[in-house]
T-cell receptor, first 112, second 114 residues
Framework: KQEVTQIPAALSVPEGENLVLNCSFTDSAIYNLQWFRQDPGKGLTSLLL?????REQTSGRLNASLDKSSGRSTLYIAASQPGDSATYLC???????????FGKGTTLSVSS | GAGVSQSPSNKVTEKGKDVELRCDPI?????LYWYRQSLGQGLEFLIYFQGNSAPDKSGLPSDRFSAERTGGSVSTLTIQRTQQEDSAVYLC????????????FGPGTRLTVT
C-alpha cells in the first residue's frame, strides 16, 4: 500500500531564506507527483506536477525534483516571503486512472 | 474562468441527520474526485468519477456514504445518518481526464456533526 510522508511537519524560517520541503513515498511505481499549497480555510492550489519520466519542474521561485528510484521528492523555495506561509502537500498518483494519495503536509511559516 | 465550486461552504448538522454536499466541476472536465480532510489526518480519497464509466468507490468509508454525478457535470455527495466522526472538510477536485493532468480543487465544505 502506497504511503506518503512529509518531513518536517512544521517549519519556521525568516524572510529571504531558501528552504527545502521533503516528501517520500513507499512504492516507486508512480504515475506522477503533485505539490499543492493550502491556505487556512481554503482549498488546494496546485503548484507543480512532475510526471514519472521527469526529474524536475520549475515555476518561479519553486523547484520540485523527483527521484523515483529512491521514492523521494523535494520542493525547493527560493528567497522565501511571508506570503509563502501555508501548508504544502505532496501527493502521488499510483496509476493513470487513480486518485491522489496525500502526505499530511508541511506547515511553513515565514516571518518578516 | 470559473474554478471548482462547492456548496455549502459550511454545514452544521445533528448526529443522525442526512446531508448533501454539492460540487460543480470546471466546465469540460471529465474526471471528478471527492476527498475528505479530517483534523490531524491527511486528505483521504473517497470516490472518483471518470466520464461515463462506473465510479471508483473504493475510498468510501461506509455504506452511509454515496455519491452521484448527473449529466457528467455536477456531483452530490450524500452522507446518511451522520456520525460525529464524519466531521471534516470535504474537498472536490476535477481534471480534464483521469490521466497525466493536474487536479483542480474546490474550496471545500466544512461539515460539523454535533
Amino acid at each position: 500500500k502506497q504511503e506518503v510522508t512529509q518531513i518536517p511537519a512544521a517549519l519556521s524560517v525568516p524572510e529571504g531564506e531558501n528552504l527545502v520541503l521533503n516528501c517520500s513515498f513507499t512504492d516507486s511505481a508512480i504515475y506522477n507527483l503533485q505539490w499543492f499549497r493550502q491556505d487556512p480555510g481554503k482549498g488546494l492550489t496546485s503548484l507543480l506536477l512532475i510526471q514519472s519520466s521527469q526529474r524536475e519542474q520549475t515555476s518561479g521561485r519553486l523547484n520540485a525534483s523527483l527521484d523515483k528510484s529512491s521514492g523521494r521528492s523535494t520542493l525547493y523555495i527560493a528567497a522565501s516571503q511571508p506570503g509563502d506561509s501555508a501548508t504544502y502537500l505532496c501527493a502521488v498518483r499510483p496509476g493513470a486512472g487513480t486518485a491522489l494519495i496525500f502526505g499530511k503536509g508541511t506547515t511553513l511559516s515565514v516571518s518578516s | 474562468g470559473a474554478g471548482v465550486s462547492q456548496s455549502p461552504s459550511n454545514k452544521v448538522t445533528e448526529k443522525g441527520k442526512d446531508v448533501e454536499l454539492r460540487c460543480d466541476p470546471i466546465s469540460g472536465h471529465t474526471a471528478l474526485y471527492w476527498y475528505r480532510q479530517s483534523l490531524g489526518q491527511g486528505l483521504e480519497f473517497l470516490i472518483y468519477f471518470q466520464g461515463n464509466s462506473a465510479p471508483d468507490k473504493s475510498g468510501l468509508p461506509s455504506d452511509r456514504f454515496s455519491a452521484e454525478r448527473t449529466g457528467g457535470s455536477v456531483s452530490t455527495l450524500t452522507i446518511q445518518r451522520t456520525q460525529q466522526e464524519d466531521s471534516a472538510v470535504y474537498l472536490c477536485a476535477s481534471s480534464f481526464s483521469g490521466g497525466a493532468v493536474e487536479q483542480y480543487f474546490g474550496p471545500g465544505t466544512r461539515l460539523t456533526v454535533t
